[in-house]
């Protein structure tokens, strides 16, 4: 707990000449945050900040984000650091218990994470109550949420031991129920995990292998794949996050909590944003037409936005697009006309918009999602499965997250306030 050691504080006059100092509070890195927490108690007064634009809503070790450099580090390490160098499952242990694993300690994680990946095979029959053309989005939602009637010998929070075979039963299980959603709604049998796998591995070959032939994985792919999941596993207080957190606040069972997390991913400001590009890029279709479009994104009186440009907290490029127009690269080196048309045309967008004044006065640049789209289209798999892939990789983040709020004892149920401006009573 931060408990201002410097001695410092913010002085808030009030209209009825009444002052209030409120303690300011020195994170390690990071700008300074003025407690308010004694606010209500003090003046009878709220904050009011929609959208939580300058609001710190708990403490944390796991994340932290220099939005002007464009700097990301989990556990201080730097996201182009972990991407280099690490697995995802390295990543993954780093985001759970703070130091990446040594030998030992990484052969018994993906031990673990391996031989939790089969699910309780009733669960494949909620499946069968699906139309064959829902969103796997919404068939991830209902079933992570179902696996609270499941495995309820994980669900005591208070419980450390079943908090973390919650933890491990849903990264391990996460990639086997989208491949599940995904063969569903091609009508294709479901692939059982392979032990034999490596965790990217084994999700590519629940998704695309079938039974009737040998199905060959290919390197570049398993190894873009694995580094996408490590670029979306965890970014601090995003608003799937808070959600989890939220959720969770309440007491609520992580399974149900995870669920929370993925409904809100889902949404085109946010997770979704990677499936909405591909269909901007689609639709720009020449680049003839970039500077047409990006006159509609300017336009106040024109709902269209650039997607995958702008970003709640990056006001610099985004660290992780940097390192994915990188994988772009790799992985578009083999043939892939389609993909290798979209991936000019959205460089080409890139470069039109960044010296755009709009875009530049705005400091709008290029976030994840501009380019993750593009590698996997090009990896074969369809749109409606890229929001999916994000929640696989943010499962960790957001487990992570949750244990942490738990294990803090100072935080409570999150209970935000209103400014109403509603019927006076009559
Ligand atoms: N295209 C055109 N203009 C934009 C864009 C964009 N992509 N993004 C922001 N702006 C403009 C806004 O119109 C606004 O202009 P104004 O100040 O004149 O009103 C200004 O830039 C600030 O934008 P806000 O929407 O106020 O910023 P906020 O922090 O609330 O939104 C967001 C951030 C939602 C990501 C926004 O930039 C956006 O909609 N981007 C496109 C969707 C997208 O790529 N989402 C993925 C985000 S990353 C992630 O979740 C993984």
Redesign the pocket.
Known sequence: MNDNKNNIFAKLQLPNGKSIKLPILEGTVGPQVIDISSLYKETGMFTYDP?F?STGSCESKITYIDGEKGMLLHRGYEIEYLATNSSYLETAYLLLYGNLPDKQKKEDFINAITTHTMLNEQISNFYKGFRDNAHPMAILCGVVGAMSAFYHDSTNIENKEERRIASYRLIAKMPTIAAMAYKFSIGQPFVYPSNKLNYSENFLNMLFSVPAEEYQINRVFADALDKILILHAD?EQ??STSTVRLAGSSGANPFACISAGIASLWG????G?NE??IKMLNEIENVKNIKQYVEK??D?NDPF????????VYKNYDPRAKVLQKIAENVLKEEHKLENKLFDLAKELENIALHDS??VE?K?YP????YSGIILKAMGFPISLFTVI?AVARTVGWISHWNEMIEDKTSKIGRPRQLYIGEKPR
């Open positions: 959208g634009t970014h995003n608003a085109p400001s946010h997770g944003a909405a590009v994104a300017k106040k936005r650039l997607m995958g440009f702008g970003h709640r709009y875009f705005k709008l976030n994840i999602d501009f994000f």
